[in-house]
């Protein structure tokens, strides 16, 4: 299992707003979104599941991978990928030299996310993410 963790502090805003915009096709309104709570607490259960799950049943075969880490640089965290699933790198290694810096480069996202309500909740609710081996990465 190859898990990519992504700070829930960019997911549950991301998550709100894809669901915001969503809602705003089939109601109309833009600017209501009354499932923001629900989204949010529908994350945080998922992220305890998965740690449990991580800790339980994949604990031994599963690698763990920080979202930021393989969107700043991507050939070393690829290369721990195939690392991890006894591949030989060599071509993705081939494919993808100086794709990292070009697309980078090219790439600016047209999303602006509002802090998550109860920022300081969501830390505490999660302190096992943002405490823990990968925190530095998120």
Not at 14 to 29: A, D, P, Q, W
Not at 31 to 43: E, F, M, Q, V
Not at 64 to 70: A, D, L, Q, S
Request: proline share 6%; charged share 20%.
């Amino acid at each position: 299992l190859i898990y990519m963790l992504r700070s829930p502090l960019k997911t549950v805003p991301s998550t709100i707003s894809l669901n915001r915009n969503i809602y705003s096709v089939f109601s109309g309104e833009l600017n209501n979104n009354p499932l923001a709570a629900r989204t949010k607490a529908t994350i945080v259960r998922w992220y305890k599941m998965a740690d449990r799950s991580m800790a339980t049943h994949w604990k031994h075969c599963s690698i763990t991978i920080p979202f930021r880490k393989i969107t700043i640089d991507p050939t070393p965290v690829l290369l721990g990928i195939y690392t991890f699933l006894k591949l030989t790198p060599e071509t993705i290694v081939k494919q993808s030299e100086g794709i990292e810096g070009q697309n980078r480069s090219k790439y600016i996202s047209q999303h602006e996310y509002q802090s998550v309500e109860g920022e300081d909740d969501l830390i505490r609710q999660l302190d096992f993410i943002f405490q823990g081996p990968y925190r530095e990465d998120l």
